[in-house]
């Protein structure tokens, strides 16, 4: 019975650190999307264990200029759902959505002052 506290134990010992390390990693991608050191097409094309379960919709959010309304209507002009995670895009959906984000400037939205 010792043993298998143990192991539990350690079990979810290794749990939380794995999940403090994907916290982490993306915390940190969302400081490098707003500061602009890297977009969110290259993110997509890349991917990363860390990202997997990270939604499509929270990456577009975390650019500067992305609200809501642009990430949704972005989402569906390649038919992706706001719910799907980063993980679960398929090759052809990686690729669309990355050729909208490139096309588009995935950084800010252009000066509308004029």
Do not use: C, Y
Not at 39 to 46: C, F, K, N, P, Y
Not at 64 to 76: H, I, M, Q, S
């Amino acid at each position: 019975m010792a043993t298998n506290t143990a192991d539990t134990s350690q079990s979810r010992q290794l749990a939380l650190d794995r999940a403090n390390h994907v916290r982490t990693a993306r915390a940190t991608l969302k400081a490098r999307l707003r500061a602009g050191e890297v977009g969110a097409s290259e993110t997509i094309l890349v991917g990363s264990r860390d990202t997997d379960t990270m939604t499509v919709s929270e990456l577009l959010l975390s650019q500067p200029g992305w609200g809501p309304t642009r990430a949704a209507k972005t989402l569906r002009s390649v038919a992706v759902s706001e719910r799907k995670t980063l993980g679960s895009l398929t090759e052809r959906q990686r690729g669309m959505l990355a050729a909208v984000l490139s096309a588009r400037g995935s950084g800010e939205r252009p000066d509308r002052t004029s």
